[in-house]
């Protein structure tokens, strides 16, 4: 389970799943029931990054099937799936936000300051892609991405109270997209330059095809028409490479 851990915030690669997947069948030969729920919570989060949404669906019924009702990492993992993956099919946030309620209560209950900021990144990466889609398809709103911002901030003081780095680089890069969408083109070409490149895992690299289009976006605006082109070639040539 731990293995599973440890590949899971390197690289969200799959191998991370298949270990999770070892760690509960490992625990019901040992009739262990906690961690069959906790396994499969996270195996749930797995298939939810991994599109694989009917074994995400069927992973969180046996997680909260297995769940006592003060296994807090468990229910609160599997309902920040649940949240996550209901934001990210386009429910309303008012509608999400009592599902991130429940999952901070978890936390509070548990003492996992930790799960509390995964919880704040989460939330924050799916409003910002819906945002950017928004402002994209010629819908911006402005006043939930000043909003989002304002969040963003209040990720990163907790992150920097808790010394909490294995995040630390998405809250500047996210504020860098808001500001794509609030035609803030200067601030976003400078905290892009200022962390794109600094991008250390294999899971965070796999962003940087997104990061660099926002940049030449941005960069063409202020006339800046090579940089622009460069960038969006880059950008295009990792996508063609599956990166």
């Not at 930790?114 to 945002?131: D, F, G, K, P, V």
Request: hydrophobic share 40%; proline share 1%.
């Amino acid at each position: 389970f731990v293995d599973g851990l440890v590949d899971h915030f390197d690289s969200m690669s799959r191998g991370a799943r298949d270990k999770f997947v070892s760690a509960r069948e490992q625990a019901k030969l040992a009739d262990n029931q906690r961690l069959q729920g906790l396994s499969s919570a996270w195996i749930a989060n797995c298939d939810f990054n991994l599109r694989r949404y009917d074994d995400m669906h069927d992973a969180l019924l046996q997680a909260v099937g297995c769940a006592m009702a003060d296994d807090h990492g468990t229910l609160a993992r599997a309902r920040l799936v649940r949240a996550d993956a209901s934001r990210y099919a386009g429910l309303d946030d008012a509608l999400v936000a009592p599902l991130y309620t429940k999952v901070h209560q978890h936390c509070v209950a548990d003492g996992d300051t930790a799960m509390i900021s995964a919880l704040l990144h989460n939330r924050a990466l799916l409003q910002t892609t819906l945002l950017v889609l928004d402002e994209v398809f010629g819908a911006p709103r402005q006043e939930e991405q000043l909003r989002t911002l304002k969040e963003l901030e209040s990720t990163g003081n907790l992150d920097r109270g808790l010394g909490n780095d294995a995040l630390n680089f998405k809250v500047p890069l996210l504020r860098a997209e808001l500001c794509v969408t609030l035609q803030r083109w200067g601030e976003a070409v400078e905290l892009f330059n200022a962390h794109v490149d600094q991008l250390g895992t294999q899971y965070a690299k796999r962003l940087t095809a997104t990061y660099q289009a926002h940049r030449a976006w941005s960069l063409w605006q202020l006339g800046a028409h090579h940089k622009a082109l460069d960038d969006a070639e880059q950008a295009a040539s990792m996508i063609r490479r599956g990166g």
